[in-house]
T-cell receptor
Framework: DAGVTQSPTHLIKTRGQQVTLRCSPK?????VSWYQQALGQGPQFIFQ???????QRGNFPDRFSGHQFPNYSSELNVNALLLGDSALYLC????????????FGPGTRLTVT | GIQVEQSPPDLILQEGANSTLRCNFS?????LQWFHQNPWGQLINLFY???GTKQNGRLSATTVATERYSLLYISSSQTTDSGVYFC???????????FGPGTRLSVLP
């Protein structure tokens, strides 16, 4: 049973650039959520996608956007990167509409220089 | 929004010792999960426990939803138990999944 996968593993970008991170949910799951984890802190919820639409959103600016595809995989896009966007970005999937039990991928570590 | 607190923030144990980690939350919740984050950043599911008690090997957890807290028990700790333990809750409105600040556990050989 394939778990949640994310790509790339690591990424280095320059301030002002744009980045796209990718996530494939656990087999049988249809809901994908994205989190940002700064060093030494707990993950913070960015947004959640279900049926290809953004259902919930945390306290993040519009520079953070996403997409969900018909196969339930998802992308996180961040525009106009800031140094403060450097973090571990985690994707989680769950099996029914809403939250239920969430399973996390290994994360993408983004460094903005 | 809902607030989640965890205690203690840091814990150092000798191998073989037992420990209790606590999670307090400020409002009713629909869902509560405990995770272990390993040194590579992977969040590993330990328990999905909105209420009641569960056990899995050396680990067990209890959530008392009416009193807004959850406890994670680790018995006979091993060096591989080291890492950060997070409690996370879904708020009662289904709008957010909030993590606590974590407890950093170090188990010494």
């Amino acid at each position: 049973d394939a778990g949640v996968t994310q790509s790339p593993t690591h990424l280095i970008k320059t301030r002002g650039q744009q980045v796209t991170l990718r996530c494939s949910p656990k087999s049988g799951h249809d809901t994908v959520s994205w989190y940002q984890q700064a060093l030494g802190q707990g993950p913070q919820f960015i947004f959640q996608y279900y049926e290809e639409e953004e259902r919930q959103r945390g306290n993040f600016p519009d520079r953070f956007s996403g997409h969900q595809f018909p196969n339930y995989s998802s992308e996180l896009n961040v525009n106009a990167l800031l140094l403060g966007d450097s973090a571990l970005y985690l994707c989680a999937s769950s099996g029914v509409e809403g939250w239920n039990e969430q399973y996390f991928g290994p994360g993408t570590r983004l460094t903005v220089t | 929004g809902i607030q989640v607190e965890q205690s203690p923030p840091d814990l150092i144990l000798q191998e073989g010792a037992n420990s209790t980690l606590r999670c307090n939350f400020s409002d009713s919740v629909n869902n509560l999960q405990w995770f272990h984050q390993n040194p590579w950043g992977q969040l590993i599911n330990l328990f999905y426990i909105p209420s009641g008690t569960k056990q899995n090997g050396r680990l067990s957890a209890t959530t008392v939803a009416t009193e807004r807290y959850s406890l994670l028990y680790i018995s006979s700790s091993q060096t591989t138990d080291s890492g950060v333990y997070f409690c996370a809750v879904e708020d009662n409105y289904g709008q957010n999944f909030v993590f606590g600040p974590g407890t950093r556990l170090s188990v010494l050989p």
